[in-house]
Protein backbone atom coordinates (compact mmCIF):
# COMPACT_ATOMS: atom_id res chain seq x y z
CA UNK A 1 0.00 0.00 0.00
CA UNK A 2 1.09 3.47 -0.66
CA UNK A 3 2.78 5.22 2.75
CA UNK A 4 4.74 8.05 3.26
CA UNK A 5 6.49 8.40 6.30
CA UNK A 6 7.67 12.64 7.31
CA UNK A 7 10.52 12.92 9.54
CA UNK A 8 9.80 13.81 13.36
CA UNK A 9 8.74 16.68 14.99
CA UNK A 10 11.30 19.65 15.49
CA UNK A 11 11.70 22.83 17.53
CA UNK A 12 13.49 25.88 15.62
CA UNK A 13 14.73 29.43 16.56
CA UNK A 14 13.70 31.81 14.12
CA UNK A 15 16.38 32.47 11.25
CA UNK A 16 17.14 28.79 11.09
CA UNK A 17 16.51 26.45 8.59
CA UNK A 18 13.86 23.59 8.62
CA UNK A 19 14.56 20.31 6.87
CA UNK A 20 11.66 17.85 6.82
CA UNK A 21 11.79 14.03 4.85
CA UNK A 22 9.66 12.05 3.10
CA UNK A 23 9.76 8.52 2.53
CA UNK A 24 7.75 6.99 -0.25
CA UNK A 25 7.25 3.48 -0.60
CA UNK A 26 4.19 1.12 -2.20
CA UNK A 27 4.59 2.56 -5.77
CA UNK A 28 7.47 3.19 -8.21
CA UNK A 29 8.37 6.91 -6.76
CA UNK A 30 9.41 8.37 -9.95
CA UNK A 31 6.21 8.10 -12.07
CA UNK A 32 4.43 10.81 -9.40
CA UNK A 33 5.37 14.53 -7.99
CA UNK A 34 5.69 15.19 -4.46
CA UNK A 35 3.68 18.31 -3.22
CA UNK A 36 4.51 20.24 0.02
CA UNK A 37 1.93 21.62 2.29
CA UNK A 38 1.37 23.17 5.53
CA UNK A 39 -1.14 23.81 8.15
CA UNK A 40 -0.76 26.47 11.05
CA UNK A 41 -2.22 25.32 14.00
CA UNK A 42 -6.09 25.75 13.67
CA UNK A 43 -5.93 27.02 10.34
CA UNK A 44 -6.36 25.81 6.53
CA UNK A 45 -4.35 24.24 4.42
CA UNK A 46 -1.31 26.10 2.08
CA UNK A 47 0.05 24.28 -0.82
CA UNK A 48 4.01 25.20 -0.48
CA UNK A 49 4.98 23.80 -3.98
CA UNK A 50 5.80 20.68 -6.21
CA UNK A 51 8.40 18.73 -7.06
CA UNK A 52 8.73 16.31 -10.49
CA UNK A 53 10.62 13.08 -8.97
CA UNK A 54 10.84 12.54 -12.61
CA UNK A 55 12.86 15.15 -13.51
CA UNK A 56 13.34 17.30 -10.53
CA UNK A 57 11.16 20.52 -11.68
CA UNK A 58 10.37 22.61 -9.22
CA UNK A 59 6.95 24.99 -9.15
CA UNK A 60 7.01 27.07 -6.13
CA UNK A 61 4.43 29.50 -5.27
CA UNK A 62 5.47 33.68 -5.06
CA UNK A 63 5.68 33.67 -1.41
CA UNK A 64 7.99 30.91 -0.83
CA UNK A 65 10.38 31.99 -3.59
CA UNK A 66 13.89 32.18 -2.62
CA UNK A 67 12.86 30.84 0.92
CA UNK A 68 11.93 27.41 -0.19
CA UNK A 69 14.03 24.06 -1.52
CA UNK A 70 12.22 21.03 -2.32
CA UNK A 71 14.47 17.96 -3.79
CA UNK A 72 14.24 14.06 -4.22
CA UNK A 73 16.51 11.06 -3.57
CA UNK A 74 15.50 8.15 -6.25
CA UNK A 75 18.09 5.85 -4.88
CA UNK A 76 16.04 6.27 -1.29
CA UNK A 77 12.47 7.28 -2.87
CA UNK A 78 13.10 10.28 -0.20
CA UNK A 79 11.51 13.67 -0.71
CA UNK A 80 12.85 16.60 0.83
CA UNK A 81 11.67 20.30 2.14
CA UNK A 82 13.96 22.97 3.56
CA UNK A 83 12.51 26.44 4.27
CA UNK A 84 15.37 29.21 5.46
CA UNK A 85 15.00 32.55 7.49
CA UNK A 86 11.74 30.55 9.93
CA UNK A 87 9.68 33.46 11.30
CA UNK A 88 6.96 32.56 14.10
CA UNK A 89 4.27 32.58 11.30
CA UNK A 90 6.28 28.99 10.17
CA UNK A 91 4.98 27.39 12.19
CA UNK A 92 2.91 24.62 11.40
CA UNK A 93 2.03 21.23 10.18
CA UNK A 94 3.93 20.41 7.35
CA UNK A 95 2.74 17.50 5.12
CA UNK A 96 4.29 15.66 1.64
CA UNK A 97 2.02 14.37 -0.40
CA UNK A 98 2.03 12.18 -3.88
CA UNK A 99 0.87 14.20 -6.85
CA UNK A 100 -1.41 12.05 -9.03
CA UNK A 101 -4.20 13.80 -10.36
CA UNK A 102 -4.16 15.52 -7.26
CA UNK A 103 -2.34 15.54 -3.99
CA UNK A 104 -3.46 11.93 -3.24
CA UNK A 105 -1.68 10.23 -0.67
CA UNK A 106 -0.24 12.00 2.43
CA UNK A 107 2.11 11.63 4.77
CA UNK A 108 1.41 11.79 8.49
CA UNK A 109 2.41 15.71 9.26
CA UNK A 110 6.03 17.10 10.69
CA UNK A 111 5.05 19.60 13.65
CA UNK A 112 7.21 22.38 13.06
CA UNK A 113 7.47 25.13 16.11
CA UNK A 114 9.38 28.20 15.59
CA UNK A 115 10.33 29.82 18.77
CA UNK A 116 13.05 31.46 20.35
CA UNK B 1 -7.89 34.68 3.47
CA UNK B 2 -8.11 32.00 1.21
CA UNK B 3 -8.70 32.08 -2.34
CA UNK B 4 -11.52 30.17 -2.28
CA UNK B 5 -14.50 30.83 -0.34
CA UNK B 6 -16.31 27.74 1.99
CA UNK B 7 -18.64 28.42 4.94
CA UNK B 8 -16.41 27.83 8.01
CA UNK B 9 -19.40 25.85 9.37
CA UNK B 10 -22.65 23.35 8.13
CA UNK B 11 -24.25 20.68 10.17
CA UNK B 12 -26.73 17.86 10.17
CA UNK B 13 -28.16 14.81 11.42
CA UNK B 14 -27.76 11.32 11.28
CA UNK B 15 -28.93 10.34 7.86
CA UNK B 16 -29.68 13.94 6.22
CA UNK B 17 -28.14 15.00 3.44
CA UNK B 18 -25.78 18.23 3.64
CA UNK B 19 -24.22 20.22 1.09
CA UNK B 20 -21.03 21.80 1.18
CA UNK B 21 -20.21 24.84 -1.18
CA UNK B 22 -16.70 26.64 -2.71
CA UNK B 23 -16.84 29.40 -4.56
CA UNK B 24 -14.00 31.02 -6.80
CA UNK B 25 -13.25 32.14 -9.75
CA UNK B 26 -12.38 32.11 -13.38
CA UNK B 27 -8.60 31.76 -13.02
CA UNK B 28 -9.43 28.87 -10.66
CA UNK B 29 -12.54 26.58 -10.37
CA UNK B 30 -13.79 28.47 -13.71
CA UNK B 31 -10.87 27.10 -15.68
CA UNK B 32 -9.20 23.88 -13.35
CA UNK B 33 -11.00 20.55 -11.75
CA UNK B 34 -11.64 20.73 -8.19
CA UNK B 35 -10.77 18.44 -5.51
CA UNK B 36 -12.08 18.12 -2.39
CA UNK B 37 -10.41 16.91 1.47
CA UNK B 38 -11.24 15.13 4.32
CA UNK B 39 -9.73 15.94 7.57
CA UNK B 40 -10.42 14.18 10.60
CA UNK B 41 -9.30 15.61 13.88
CA UNK B 42 -5.37 14.85 14.48
CA UNK B 43 -4.64 13.41 11.07
CA UNK B 44 -3.96 14.08 7.88
CA UNK B 45 -6.26 15.08 4.84
CA UNK B 46 -7.51 12.70 2.61
CA UNK B 47 -8.47 12.75 -0.86
CA UNK B 48 -12.44 12.51 -1.10
CA UNK B 49 -13.34 14.01 -4.56
CA UNK B 50 -11.23 14.48 -7.53
CA UNK B 51 -11.59 16.03 -10.82
CA UNK B 52 -14.79 17.76 -9.53
CA UNK B 53 -16.43 14.46 -9.36
CA UNK B 54 -14.53 11.10 -9.07
CA UNK B 55 -14.23 8.75 -6.12
CA UNK B 56 -10.91 7.38 -5.07
CA UNK B 57 -10.91 3.74 -4.52
CA UNK B 58 -12.61 3.35 -0.71
CA UNK B 59 -14.56 6.55 -0.76
CA UNK B 60 -17.94 5.56 -0.23
CA UNK B 61 -20.54 6.75 -2.99
CA UNK B 62 -22.29 8.75 0.04
CA UNK B 63 -19.63 11.20 -0.91
CA UNK B 64 -20.83 13.02 -4.35
CA UNK B 65 -19.07 16.45 -5.99
CA UNK B 66 -20.06 19.25 -8.22
CA UNK B 67 -19.11 21.76 -10.19
CA UNK B 68 -21.12 24.79 -12.17
CA UNK B 69 -18.97 27.58 -13.40
CA UNK B 70 -16.37 29.06 -10.68
CA UNK B 71 -18.40 26.96 -7.56
CA UNK B 72 -18.30 23.53 -6.34
CA UNK B 73 -20.12 21.11 -4.22
CA UNK B 74 -19.40 18.23 -2.16
CA UNK B 75 -22.70 16.34 -1.08
CA UNK B 76 -23.15 14.26 1.76
CA UNK B 77 -25.81 11.42 1.99
CA UNK B 78 -26.96 9.48 4.80
CA UNK B 79 -24.83 11.13 7.04
CA UNK B 80 -23.00 9.18 10.06
CA UNK B 81 -21.54 10.35 13.13
CA UNK B 82 -17.97 9.33 11.55
CA UNK B 83 -18.62 12.14 8.69
CA UNK B 84 -17.52 15.03 11.52
CA UNK B 85 -14.59 16.39 10.02
CA UNK B 86 -13.03 19.50 8.22
CA UNK B 87 -13.45 19.28 4.64
CA UNK B 88 -11.58 21.54 2.09
CA UNK B 89 -11.89 22.26 -1.46
CA UNK B 90 -8.64 22.60 -3.85
CA UNK B 91 -8.48 23.81 -7.34
CA UNK B 92 -5.25 25.05 -9.61
CA UNK B 93 -5.07 28.43 -10.12
CA UNK B 94 -3.63 29.64 -13.08
CA UNK B 95 -3.28 33.31 -12.31
CA UNK B 96 -1.21 32.65 -8.97
CA UNK B 97 0.30 29.39 -11.03
CA UNK B 98 -0.35 27.10 -7.92
CA UNK B 99 -2.59 25.15 -6.11
CA UNK B 100 -5.39 27.04 -3.92
CA UNK B 101 -7.39 25.74 -0.76
CA UNK B 102 -10.56 27.02 0.28
CA UNK B 103 -10.48 27.63 4.37
CA UNK B 104 -12.47 24.84 5.23
CA UNK B 105 -15.76 23.85 6.56
CA UNK B 106 -16.19 22.00 9.97
CA UNK B 107 -19.15 19.69 9.61
CA UNK B 108 -20.61 19.02 12.98
CA UNK B 109 -22.96 15.59 13.20
CA UNK B 110 -25.85 16.44 15.74
Known amino acids: QVQLVQSGAEVKEPGASLNVSCKASGYTFATYGISWVRQAPGQGLEWMGWISVYNGNTNYPQNFQGRVTMTTDTSTSTAYLELRSLRSDDTAVYYCARNGMAPDFWGQGTLVTVSS | QSVLTQPPSASGTPGQRVTISCSGSSSNIGSSPVNWYQQLPGTAPKLLIYINNQRPSGVPDRFSGSKSGTSASLAISGLQSEDEADYFC???????????FGGGTKLTVL
Open chain 2, 90 to 100: AAWDDSLNGVV
